[in-house]
C-alpha cells in the first residue's frame, strides 16, 4: 500500500462508518415505528381506565355512536370509552385477537359469534353479569336478540339493534289498478294474486314496474314454518318440505313473470341505498324491506304515499314470521377491559335502564333488545313521529322470527342456501335437489371442522 | 479491499436482502408449513398431516369446479390475448399518420386500474342500459344478462380481457422493431408477398416474445381474481369461483389458512408444471434467430 492510498482509504473507511450508523439509525427508527410507537390519541379523562371500543359506522352513523360514548363518559367517572371506526373489522379483530392485542368491545354486523365463540375468541357475556341478572335478562329480550347472541348455553353477543323485515307497498298503485289499498292480503295466495294485478309491462313485453317477487329464500323459511338447522340432531335441515316448499313456491313466482326478464329489469336500478332506492322511483308495488327504510323514506321521500304490513303466511305457515339480523356488540377473550366494555354495553343497551336507551334507539332509528326499552315514552313518542314503525315492533315481538341458526359455519351455510336457490332459480336443479346438494356440503364442512384442535375438535365443537 | 469491498456491499443491498427473507421467503416457507396444519388465526397451528390435500382432492367439489373455471379462462385469454396483442402490434407498426396517437388509444386501458375496468364493465355489461346490450338492440339483437348468466360471465370476462391488451401489445411492438431490416430485404429480392412475409419473417422472429407472453399470461391467469371478486363475487352458480378466489373466500372468509395454504401450493406446483411444459416445448416452435 503507497503513502497516497492510505488517507484515501481513511476517508473511505469513515464514509462507511458514516453510512452505516445512518442506515442503522434509520433501521432503529423503523423497528421503532412497527413495535412501540404509539400515536398521540385525544383523551378528555387520561386518568380513567381506558375501553377501546372498535365499531363499522361511519358519517351521520358514527356520529351517533360518538354521543352515545360521551353520554356514557358523562354518566360516570371510571371508565373512558373511546370508540374508533375500523373498516374490515372482523379480520382486524381476529387478527388482534390472536395477536393478543384486541379492543375492549367492537359492534358487529356480520354472522360470527358462533364462529368466533367455537374458536374461544369471545368473552360469554353470561359470565360477566350475576346469574339472577342473567335470567332476568334472558327472560325480557325478545326472542331473535337471545337467539342470535347464543351459542352453546352461553351468551355472546348484545344487540343494539335488531333488523326485521316487512312489505313496503304503494296505495296509489293498488288504487290505479281498482284495489283497496285497506285491505292487504291475509295470505300469500292473496298476496301473488295481488301481485300478478300491480305487475306492468312495455309494449315489447319488458318488465317496467314489479308486483311482487320473493327473492332471498332465507326470508321466507320462518313464515313457511321450515327451519334450517336441528340443534338436537346437529343436522342441517335443508331439505325439511317446508323449506321445499318455500324455494318451490320462489321459483315457481320467477318462472311466472321470467326469472331472465326480472333480472334484466332490476339490473337497469339504481342502487338500492338510501334516496335511490328503487321503491322511490316506482320500480316496485310491492317489496319486502327492513325498519331503517322507514326513517330513510321519512328523510329522503317524505311526500311519498306508503305504506307498511307484515308478510302474510301462507295457507298453514306461520303469522309475524321472518328472517332477523342485527348490529351486536361483543367482548374479544382477550379484552384487558372486560368489566369496563361490560358497563358501557349495558349502559348502551338499556339492561338497567330502559328509558336511557329508548333514547339512543331513536337517535339510530334501531329496534330495541325488550319490550321495556320499546314501551318507554321516549320511543313512543319515536313510533308516533314515525308510524310505519309499529309493524316492525309487532314482528320484532313474534316467536315466529327466526335468526341464522348458531352454527360455526354460518358463512358457508348462507353462501350455499343462496348458491342452491339460484340453482333453483335458473333450472339448473330442482329446488329439492338443489336444496340437497347444499345440505350435503353444508353438513360436511360441519363435519369437516371435527378436526385438529386437542386432538378431538368435533367434541369441542359439539358437532355430530 | 475486496473484504470491505463485500461488506459496504452486503450492506447496501441488506434492505433488499433482508426485505426478500422476511416478507417473501418466510411466508414462502411458513405457507408450506401450514398446508399440513388446521390454522383459524388462532395460534398454534394444529397439524393434520396430508387432511388439507386430501380434503382438496375428495371433500371439496368446488376446488374442481374453480380449477375448471380456470383451465376454460386461461385456454381462451391466453391465445386470444396472443392474437389481439400480435394483431394490433402489426396494424401499429404500419407507417401511418397519428401513428403515436393510436398507439396511446391501445395503451391506456392497460394503464386504467383493474378495480376500476372492472367497475366500468359492470356498468358495459349491463342487460338493461349497458352500452354492449344497446348496441346490440339497434341491430335487433336482444343481448344476454352477460354476468348474471351463467352461460356468459366467464366469456364476459374474457372479452374484458381482450381490452387491456396494450400492454403485451407494446411488448411485440418492441419485438418487431428487434427484426433485422435484411431479412425482410432478402424476402422481397425472393418474391415474397406481404403475408408471406408476416408468415415466415416477422411471426418466427417474434416467437421469442410470443413466448414470453405466453408463459407470463399463463401464469397470470392461473391466478385470476381482482376483477371476479370486484364483478361477479364468483356467481353465478360458481361459474365464476375461479381457484384464487375460492383459496381466498376459504382463507378470508372461512378462516381457513391452512386449506388456503395447501390450496396455494397445488396451484403453484400446476404453474411451474405447466410453465415446465411450455419450457420443453420451445425447441419446436420458438426462434432465437440462430
Redesign the interface.
Known sequence: MSDEEEPT?RR??LL?LV??LF?AAAAVGMLWLFLGYEPPEERRWPGREKVVFWHMWTSNWAEVVRRICDRFNDSQDRYEVVPLTVFGGS?KT??A??GGDPPDCMAQWEAVIP?WAA???LTPLDTLMPAEEWRALRDRMYPAVRDIGMYQDHFYGLSTGMNVWAVYYRPEYFRQTGLDPDKFPETLEELDALSDRLFQYDKDGRITRIGFTPRWLVHYIATFGGSLYDPATRQITFTNPKNVEALEWITSRADRYGF?RI???E??LSTTMAASWPFISGAYAMVLDGQWRVEQLAKYAPELEYRVAPLPPPKGGKPLACWSNGNFTIIPSGARNKAGAWAFMRFWSGVDKPERAAEFYTWGGWLPITPDVAAAPRYQAYCATYPHFRAFLQIMASPNVQVTPPVP?Q??MM?RLT?AE??AL?R?LSPREALEQAAR?TQ?ELE?MG???EGN?KEMLNVK | MARRNNLAGWVLVSPVVVGLLVFTLYPFLASLALSFCEYDLFPPPRGVGAWNYETMFTRDPLVWKSLTNVLYYTALAVPLGIVMGVGLALLLDAKIKGLAVYRTLFFLPSIVPVVATSVLWIWLLNPQIGLVNTLLRLVGIEGPTWLASVAWSKPSLVFMGVWGVGGSMLIYLAGLKDIPASLYEAAVVDGANAWQRVRYVTLPMLTPVIFFNLVMGMIGAFQYFTQAYVMTQGGPLDSTRFYALHLFFEAFQYLKMGYASAMAWVLFIIVVGVTALLFRSQHRWVHYGR
Do not use: C, K, P
Open positions: 482509504s473511505r473507511l462507511w453510512r452505516g442506515i379480520l381476529l387478527i385477537t390472536s364462529a374458536r374461544g375468541a331472465e333480472l334484466q329489469f339490473s337497469g359455519v358463512a358457508y353462501s348458491w339460484d340453482a335458473r339448473h356440503e360436511r369437516n378436526i385438529g384442535r375438535r
